[in-house]
């Protein structure tokens, strides 16, 4: 990845995060807040489907290939 | 970098965020640096141990018959990610010796098989993960030698190490999980859709190496 790429991903995500507005919850002030705002989170048992992103992720999914749907990673080196 | 995730092994959004994850750093050009830590977090601390209760009653008992609903759109979300999430096998129960056990796996270099593991057998599978002899089997096939689990669950190890990785989410301001940290300086909440993780990781990688001062190629 060149710096440049580099830096338009760091622009993007910062948008991200300023565009939620503030510190989504679940994470405290002392950390700088990453990624969307309205993420689904288990919380006390519950664990309910945010609407934007339901449709966000199933739309996704109907525009994605079967093939790219199967192609999976695997996690990196444990603790 | 090191990402620190909590989550429970009973919780599908840990499952689902797990996976986007993964696919998230299969496109990280820096993955080869990028180092996992497990962390332990229960959603439901209260259940009696040594108990096991179908979860589509567990949920309908606590939360009505919205329940039902509700499994059936995250069901329809893991599935997008290749994940059979089956509510009506799936037995809710207190999870601390499940996490005992994951905290031996990450001792003995398992952590990530073990973690993918139980989430497998509780979710796809019906397991009942208070059942120390299922725990033990479940342990072995992830590479963990039995005898090691055995004792493990037959006493209090890793409890301690649980209870701080609670206590160290609350002071994170976790609520919920999953919760991802990243070089404890970047918080990342829910299971973000992999094209996120990815920025967010990449975002990460370059102020932190723009900080030590080192090229970000």
Same mark, same amino acid.
């Given at each position: 990845m060149s710096k440049n790429q580099a830096d338009q991903s760091a622009t993007a995500a910062d948008q991200s995060a300023t565009a939620a507005g503030a510190?989504?919850?679940?994470?405290?002030?002392l950390l700088r807040t990453l990624g969307a705002p309205n993420a689904a989170v288990c919380t006390d048992g519950f664990c309910e489907v945010p609407p934007l992103q339901e449709a966000a992720q199933l739309q996704e999914a109907a525009q994605l290939p079967e093939a790219a749907r199967g192609q999976r990673a695997t996690m990196g080196a444990d603790k | 970098m090191k990402i620190e995730i909590w989550s429970d092994v009973v919780c599908p959004w840990c499952y689902i965020g797990k996976r986007r994850l993964e696919h998230a750093l299969g496109e990280f050009?820096? %993955?080869?640096?990028v180092e996992i830590a497990w962390r332990s977090f229960q959603l439901n601390p209260d259940t009696p141990a040594g108990t096991a209760v179908p979860t589509s009653e567990y949920l309908v008992r606590r939360f009505g018959p919205q329940a039902s609903q509700m499994t059936g759109r995250v069901a329809a979300l893991g599935r997008d990610e290749g994940l059979d999430l089956d509510f009506d096998t799936a037995l809710t129960v207190n999870t601390l010796d499940a996490h005992r056990l994951l905290h031996l796996a990450a001792d003995v270099g398992v952590g990530d098989a073990a973690k993918e593991r139980l989430l497998r057998a509780h979710f796809t599978e019906g397991a009942d993960l208070s059942d120390p002899e299922t725990l033990v089997r479940l342990a072995g096939e992830a590479g963990v030698e039995e005898d090691r689990a055995r004792e493990v669950l037959a006493g209090t190890e890793y409890a301690d190490a649980v209870r701080a990785d609670i206590e160290l989410a609350q002071a994170f $301001? %976790?609520? $919920?999980?999953?919760f991802f940290v990243i070089d404890r300086k970047y918080g990342i909440s829910g299971a973000q859709p992999a094209e996120t993780f990815l920025q967010a990781l990449r975002t990460a990688y370059t102020e932190e190496t723009q900080d030590r001062g080192a090229p970000t190629r």
């Open positions: 510190v989504p919850s679940g994470a405290a002030p | 050009e820096h %993955a080869d640096q $301001g %976790a609520t $919920g999980v999953p």
